[in-house]
């Protein structure tokens, strides 16, 4: 045996470990992106999918080796299908399409922009491109944005009614936002998310409507809602989200600031492409409450 063939054997061992932990640690990654997204904490995700706190703290650092089974569990708590939290090496087909091909060097911004495109293409009409036959405005953002305020002097110009969704969701489950979730878990309060859509479609003429942020990760719903209203996302710094929030007298933040900012930035970069997806932006950074509104109702004069 020569010196070559007896080490090629610990070469490839080291390889594959290292391979191994490269994909655990994009698995953590999705995990750790995919909470934010749907705005689950560790402990409401730990409460429904049956894994400890501890646990899932490992599963989100790439120091848990995971089972299929606990990825199940996890994806199920989250309403998300297993493929979602699963890294997918677009290198290792055979052949690459030519629409993988040419989204693969895209920017998260292209890419919501590109499907965006393309699925107002296969609606077949479904789409609706007409301001004028909109249902009203729809503002969506992290809170702290500004779509409370904004959205109450929006309708208040429009001499239209302003609904937050949130209070049609509590309306429709006979709790609030907090027990619905925590009782019942994301399927039951997505599923109210999506009726209650509805019901402020078949109730309302024209309305402003406020959406809560972790609604643009559930892609049917959030296409549903760019399909019948003008959507307009509010966008401000985490700094400013974080100092609106604490001003209006929740002081959670502040009891762990560092990472309650680190996870508020995390937030925001796993939604963002999807925000990015609505018909208009405002930034509210930096800027007066009136001089936020006379820009909102200038972009949403044809739709409110």
């Keep these: 045996m020569t010196q070559k063939e007896s080490i090629l054997p610990s070469e490839v061992s080291e390889q594959s470990k290292e391979a191994l932990t490269a994909y655990i640690n994009r698995i953590a990654k999705l995990v750790r992106g995919m909470r934010a997204q749907r705005g689950m904490t560790r402990k409401v995700l730990s409460q429904h999918s049956g894994i400890s706190e501890r646990y899932l703290a490992q599963v989100e650092t790439g120091k848990a080796n995971m089972s299929i089974s606990l990825l199940w569990r996890l994806a199920d708590a989250m309403n998300v299908g297993l493929n979602d939290i699963l890294p997918v090496d677009t290198h290792s087909a055979t052949e690459q399409g030519p629409l993988q091909k ?3 060097g895209f920017t998260p911004e292209q890419e919501a922009r590109a499907y965006q495109l393309l699925q107002q293409e296969l609606a077949e009409g479904q789409i609706v491109r007409d301001q004028d036959q909109y249902k009203g405005v729809a503002l969506i ?3 702290g944005a500004g779509k409370s305020t904004l959205g109450r002097m929006l309708a208040d110009d429009s001499g239209i009614p302003f609904v937050r969704l949130s209070d049609v969701i509590e309306q429709l489950g006979g709790l609030d936002l907090h027990e619905l979730l925590t ?9 109210l998310e999506r009726e209650a859509i509805d019901y402020v479609r078949e109730n309302y003429d024209r309305v402003v409507l406020e959406i809560g942020g972790s609604l643009v990760s559930e892609k049917e719903t959030y296409s549903y809602v760019r399909n019948h209203f003008y959507t307009v996302w ?9 100092n609106r929030v604490m001003a209006q007298g929740d002081l959670r933040p502040m009891a ?3 990472k309650a ?21 405002l ?18 004069a044809n739709a409110a």
């Excluded at 009782?183 to 599923?191: D, P, V």
């Excluded at 509010?234 to 974080?242: D, F, I, R, T």
């Excluded at 900012?261 to 492409?273: A, F, N, Q, S, V």
Aim: glycine content about 4%; hydrophobic content about 35%; aromatic content about 6%.
């Design 261 to 281: 900012m680190d996870d508020l930035k995390l937030i925001l970069t796993e939604r963002e492409p999807y925000y990015r997806a609505a018909d208009d932006m």
């Design 102 to 104: 040419l989204i693969e």
């Design 234 to 242: 509010l966008k401000a710094q985490p700094e400013e989200h974080m």
């Design 256 to 258: 762990a600031s560092q």
């Design 141 to 143: 953002g992290l809170r």
């Design 283 to 300: 930034d509210t950074s930096g800027r007066s409450v009136e001089d936020c509104a006379r820009e909102l109702v200038d972009k949403c």
């Design 183 to 191: 009782l019942f878990g994301q399927k039951a309060y997505r599923k």
